[in-house]
């Protein structure tokens, strides 16, 4: 999947408060990497595997390999319109 960073960034800013936590809870992982994920640049206790960010217009392009953490968030936005 590919998408802009500036889109990822939306869909983040999007979620309420509490839902990085909420998605490594639910998916077994460190906070950090959903953080991460997101743009963040926390290193020390998360990684960035699944998603690579390249510069370029609009924030850049992201080719996310892996769309659990994107599918998570989706999820909980979709709980927010219901």
Same mark, same amino acid.
Request: overall charge negative.
């Given at each position: 999947?590919?998408?802009?960073?500036?889109?990822?960034?939306? !869909?983040?800013?999007?979620?309420?408060?509490?839902?990085?936590?909420? !998605?490594?809870?639910?998916?077994?992982?460190?906070?950090?990497?959903?953080?991460?994920?997101?743009?963040?640049?926390?290193?020390?206790?998360?990684?960035?595997?699944?998603?690579?960010?390249?510069?370029?217009?609009?924030?850049?392009?992201?080719? !996310?390999?892996?769309?659990?953490?994107?599918?998570?968030?989706?999820?909980?936005?979709?709980?927010?319109?219901?």
């Amino acid at each position: 999947m590919i998408i802009t960073f500036n889109e990822l960034r939306r !869909i983040k800013d999007k979620l309420p408060s509490g839902s990085s936590q909420r !998605i490594a809870d639910e998916l077994g992982i460190d906070v950090d990497e959903v953080r991460n994920y997101f743009g963040g640049r926390h290193f020390e206790g998360g990684s960035t595997a699944g998603v690579h960010f390249e510069p370029g217009p609009d924030g850049g392009v992201v080719n !996310i390999d892996d769309t659990t953490i994107y599918d998570c968030a989706m999820k909980i936005l979709a709980e927010l319109e219901a």
